[in-house]
């Protein structure tokens, strides 16, 4: 039977994988090493620039502007081929073929805008629409996502596909603290509120999620013991979600990671650690930090 006589087309055995986390937690390392896997689809730089009529689907800016015919062949076939170090010193091999979250940006930004330009009702229409079009072009029935921002999406990502799976990573909010800290130095006044904001930040990202928790299907997993056993967490990962273990390209995943933490809390002054506890104090100690 054709899949999209069973079922796919409709959603109804389409399965959404979801990696939730603060920026800085691990995500990308996982979302980067599920999709690995040959029965998942992800959001590619060729997404939604298939052959289709541009009429049918458009997103600004970049859909259809750079049409590529077949595309997803190309993608199906060549994104096997790279290989990484999982750190962020080299990088990958492999060019464009590869997973890499930032190419969906401009899906998410039709999906999900960050300025609410658009009624809930539009935006799961739209995320079932998108899900189903790219499950299709990569004749799959799972997906796997990630994006910083989606831990504030929760209720719209599961009214749209309630069978969706989530994946939360938390890492010790100091050193998530203090790695993101630049990026808030754009709107504080001083180096202080810019590390009060990013603290701030982690305890928002982590209180999302667990206020769903009991709503959802999650997986929970820290960062610093995933490192500690990348292949085990991998296999419980797949298990959870619904894929064969046995298909899984282990050789292409380090057995172990080195936590980062160390790099950022090492140099952490008194003040800016009296600073980050204090707002983090509650997460930090049910996630067994202090």
């Known amino acids: 039977m054709d899949k999209r006589q069973a079922g796919l087309d409709t959603g109804n055995s389409l399965i959404p994988v979801f ?5 800085h937690s691990g995500t990308t ?6 999709a690995m896997h040959p029965d998942v689809a992800w959001f590619s730089l060729f997404s939604q620039r298939g052959e289709e009529r541009p ?3 458009p997103i600004p800016y970049t859909n259809y502007r750079f049409r590529i015919p077949f595309i997803h062949l190309y993608d199906r076939v060549l994104r096997s ?12 091999q492999g060019g464009i073929f590869i997973p890499r979250p930032v190419e969906a940006n401009h899906v998410w930004d039709y999906m999900i805008p960050e300025d609410a330009s658009i009624s809930r009702f539009e935006s799961v229409k739209r995320i079932r629409c998108i899900l189903r079009r790219e499950c299709r072009a990569f004749r799959k029935s799972f997906i796997i996502m990630k ?17 969706a799976k989530f994946i939360h990573i938390i890492r010790d909010g100091r050193a998530v603290a203090m790695s993101v800290r630049f990026k808030f130095m754009r709107y504080a006044e001083t180096e202080e509120e810019g590390l009060l904001c990013s603290a701030k930040y982690w305890v928002r990202a982590v209180k999302s999620v667990t206020e769903q928790e009991d709503r959802i299907n999650i997986m929970e997993l820290k960062y610093e013991t995933f490192c500690a056993d990348v292949h085990g967490y991998i296999s419980s990962m797949l298990s959870f979600i619904g894929l064969d273990i ?13 936590p ?3 790099n950022w809390l090492r140099d952490i002054k008194h003040q800016e650690m009296k600073i980050v506890q204090g707002v983090e104090k509650d997460y930090l100690a049910k996630y067994g930090y202090i």
């Open 147 to 163: 994006l910083p921002r989606l831990f504030s999406h929760i209720p719209v990502l599961t009214e749209a596909y309630p069978c």
């Open 55 to 57: 009429c049918r689907f």
């Open 29 to 34: 390392i996982l979302y980067n090493m599920i």
């Open 260 to 262: 980062t933490n160390h």
């Open 19 to 23: 990696v939730l986390g603060a920026a």
């Open 81 to 92: 081929r790279f290989s990484s170090d999982w750190t962020k010193k080299t990088g990958t």
């Open 246 to 258: 046995a298909k899984f390209p282990f050789y292409r995943c380090p057995p172990k990671l080195v």
